[in-house]
């Protein structure tokens, strides 16, 4: 088996390449996923989120509004820290949970744990591989106001909360240009997939 860790900036193109590793056969762990498990209501970390940030960060139905709580916590380096102390332990259980299995199921699987804070939560030192999806700025930009309805200050401010994409690029064993057309990315995809597999 091998773990490879997919990252890249917001909006460079990550969902649609682990999407594209799925359809090759490999089996995709999206931290996003994981992360909204572990804040379902009353479990810990959804507790610990009300104790820390109020209950101005929930809908009417107890969920976490995503929308608010962002608001709050991409304004303020500090509110972001402490949000990942409570949500990022419990996702890498939950991630190394799901690998274990793969491996039980599949001795030869590709495993590609896509988070997008794979470098600025010290994830690539549990990884074998690293992918870095980049794109340029302005195309994050757009991405950003079309998917989430973000001005363009906002948009800038997401962006800038993540280590620069020129410093994930760097350290990346792959790359991968999210804003290349969908037939050519998925060849390339396809010939990584095939040379992962072979590592495995």
Known sequence: MILVGLTGGVATGKSTVAQMFQRCGAFVIDADALAHQVVEPDKPAWRAIVKTFGKAVLNPDRTINRQALGALVFRNRASLRRLEQIIHPRVAR???????RARRNDSK??????VPLLYEAGIDKRVEKV?????DRETQIARLKKRNGFPR???IRRIRSQLPLRQKARAADYLLDGTTPRPRLLAQVKRLYRELAERA
Do not use: W
């Open 94 to 100: 939950e991630q190394a949970r799901l690998t274990a």
């Open 109 to 114: 699987a590709v495993v590609i744990y896509d």
């Open 131 to 135: 992918i870095v999806v980049t794109a």
């Open 153 to 155: 200050a906002d948009a």
